[in-house]
Each structure stands twice: as structure tokens, then as C-alpha cells.
């Protein structure tokens, strides 16, 4: 795989061209027999971590790139090939369900999900420092910021200490959509998914170009707790 500098780079995610591939889990290969894609384009990216969950979910995880030598390879530098914008929660830890390893994915993960300037300089910093063809806004099942948020909505009172920081940062996504039909927290999950995935296009230029120019695409997904699978929303 070939890096440029990231003057010449443009590599962001296209949001719609690629779904298809999203509602598909791909068929996991005998253990041992696959070749990882070098993950030059969104497809091959978005293609790889489908792989690694496929794997993740029938048990046969083979938890690439944790050794010793790629310690010491990746000492010299790294080109992660994947950004990854996902919850705090310690049940979601994406190079688990992801079956990936050491300096595959740049993650960056936060209670709710949530971009703020800070996150959504780290996603830039990877955009353009390494190249990376995709970026995944990962929500999940029964996330305990949005029901937080759903609580503090509902009740009037106000988070203790920075935990008011989440929730007023979740309220304008959240509120909308409870008195929608179905369930609150799950409607919410999926609202905050969409949104995220709009603020990296709306706040950031760097994104927004290369998305436009197809060398980058943005995935919103959610993360089933029951089963470990990860399906697209947004």
C-alpha cells in the first residue's frame, strides 16, 4: 500500500455509494487462510472490518497483529486503516469486535458517541496524517449516555458534576425523537448515530472533500450487545 503526504492525500468516505455492503455480513473464510486487504480504498476498508466481525460472531476471532513483531514493526510508524468514532462503554471495544490488532484502527471513543471539537480534530489529525479511506461512527445497543440523557429530559434534573456536559450535548438529538413510536433509548441510539455522521460533514472541510471526491466514506453503525453484530444505520 502506497502513503502519500498528506498534502496530496485525499481519502474520506463516501456516505451513500457503499450501504449495499453494509447490510451484508461477508462469509468468514477457514481460519488462517485469509489475506487481510491492504485496505487502499473505503470498500476494501469497510470489506476488512466486516470480515473481523463475521469472525468475531461465530467464535472464530484470530486476533491478528497482537504480537511481539508488531510491537516492534509498528515502533517506526503507523497506518491505521480505519478511524473509528465510537462509546466509552467497555463492552464495545472495536479491535475485539472487529478482530483487529495492533495499529489497524485509530480509535477514539467517548461517552455517547459524541463529536466535539477536540474528537473531531483527533478524526482529522488521521485523515490527514495517514491517509485513512474510512471513518466508522459507531453507536450501540442500550447505551447508558442516551439513557441518561432520556432520564435528565423526563425528570428536569441536572447530571452530577461534567456528566451535564454529555447529556446537554445529547438533548438536541435525543428530544426529538421521544415521542416517536417504538423505543425510546433504541429511536435515540440510531438519531445520534445520523448525527454524528452529519456533524463530520457539516464541521469539517477536510472531511467533506475528500468524502465528496469518493476516497473517503463515513459508516454509522450499531453494535448489537445480544449478539455482537454490527449492521449499518446511517
Same mark, same amino acid.
Given at each position: ?20 455492503? !453494509?447490510?451484508?455480513? #461477508?462469509?468468514?473464510? @477457514?481460519? /488462517? ?9 473505503? %470498500? =476494501? ?21 497482537? !504480537?511481539?513483531?508488531? #510491537?516492534?514493526?509498528? @515502533?517506526? /510508524? ?9 462509546? %466509552? =462503554? ?21 461517552? !455517547? ?35 441518561a440523557t432520556i432520564d435528565a429530559i423526563r425528570s428536569g434534573s441536572p447530571a452530577p458534576g461534567h456528566i451535564g456536559t454529555i447529556i446537554d450535548s445529547l438533548r438536541p438529538i435525543v428530544e426529538p425523537v421521544l415521542s416517536q413510536p417504538g423505543g425510546m433509548v ?49
Amino acid at each position: 500500500m502506497k502513503y502519500y503526504n498528506p498534502s496530496r492525500r485525499s481519502l474520506l468516505v463516501g456516505g451513500g455509494a457503499l450501504l449495499a455492503l !453494509g447490510t451484508t455480513v #461477508l462469509a468468514s473464510p @477457514a481460519s /488462517g487462510a485469509e489475506v487481510e486487504s491492504t485496505a487502499a480504498t473505503p %470498500a =476494501d476498508a469497510w470489506r476488512r472490518l466486516l470480515r473481523g466481525n463475521q469472525r468475531f460472531v461465530t467464535g472464530h476471532s484470530r486476533h491478528p497483529h497482537q !504480537g511481539l513483531e508488531d #510491537l516492534h514493526r509498528l @515502533a517506526a /510508524g503507523q497506518h491505521p486503516f480505519a478511524v473509528t468514532i465510537g462509546c %466509552a =462503554d467497555s463492552r464495545v471495544t472495536p479491535e475485539i469486535l472487529f478482530d483487529q490488532g495492533l495499529g489497524d484502527l485509530f480509535d477514539n471513543r467517548v461517552a !455517547g458517541n459524541v463529536i466535539d471539537d477536540l474528537l473531531l480534530g483527533s478524526v482529522e489529525f488521521a485523515v490527514e496524517e495517514f491517509g485513512t479511506p474510512l471513518i466508522l461512527v459507531l453507536g450501540h445497543e442500550r447505551c447508558g449516555a442516551i439513557t441518561a440523557t432520556i432520564d435528565a429530559i423526563r425528570s428536569g434534573s441536572p447530571a452530577p458534576g461534567h456528566i451535564g456536559t454529555i447529556i446537554d450535548s445529547l438533548r438536541p438529538i435525543v428530544e426529538p425523537v421521544l415521542s416517536q413510536p417504538g423505543g425510546m433509548v433504541e429511536n435515540a441510539v440510531g438519531a445520534n448515530i445520523g448525527a454524528q455522521v452529519r456533524a463530520l460533514l457539516e464541521r469539517s472541510s477536510i472531511v467533506a472533500e475528500r468524502v465528496h471526491k469518493g476516497t473517503l466514506r463515513i459508516v454509522g453503525a450499531r453494535y448489537d450487545l445480544d449478539n455482537g453484530m454490527v449492521t449499518v444505520v446511517a
